[in-house]
Nanobody, 127 residues
Framework: EAQLAESGGGVVQAGGSLRLSCVVS?????????IGWFRQAPGKEREGVSE????????DYADSVRSRFTISSDHAKNTVYLQMNSLKPEDTAVYYC???????????????????WGQGTQVTVSS
């Protein structure tokens, strides 16, 4: 059973940076997985932020974070990172790590495509 654990959230001022980590267990990055980051603000739907395919290293981003956020993976540590720069108050949300198995390339960045989820980590950006 795949398990995911996020960390790295916190409170930061607008313009600041945070790096989120997602440690996965129950599978290795040698297999064909796609790991994604999603976020959910109060009263809003959970939305896709970014994803990475463990097979070919391909990535995708939501337009709202492209050029500010960077996703990466460390196969030796079974960890996926989300480096978030130039944070804005509208980035405030609970950030979730998610995974889906069997894809060689990135999938549609939609919560319906992902089967395994972490518990989330809160990111708060103050103005």
């Amino acid at each position: 059973e795949a398990q995911l654990a996020e960390s790295g959230g916190g409170v930061v001022q607008a313009g600041g940076s945070l790096r989120l980590s997602c440690v996965v267990s129950g599978f290795t990055f040698d297999e064909n997985w796609v790991i994604g980051w999603f976020r959910q603000a109060p009263g809003k739907e959970r939305e896709g932020v970014s994803e990475i395919a463990t097979y070919d290293g391909g990535t995708d981003y939501a337009d709202s974070v492209r050029s500010r956020f960077t996703i990466s993976s460390d196969h030796a540590k079974n960890t996926v990172y989300l480096q978030m720069n130039s944070l804005k108050p509208e980035d405030t949300a609970v950030y979730y790590c998610a995974a889906t198995f069997g894809a060689n390339v990135v999938v549609e960045l939609s919560k319906q495509e992902f089967d395994y989820w972490g518990q989330g980590t809160q990111v708060t950006v103050s103005s």
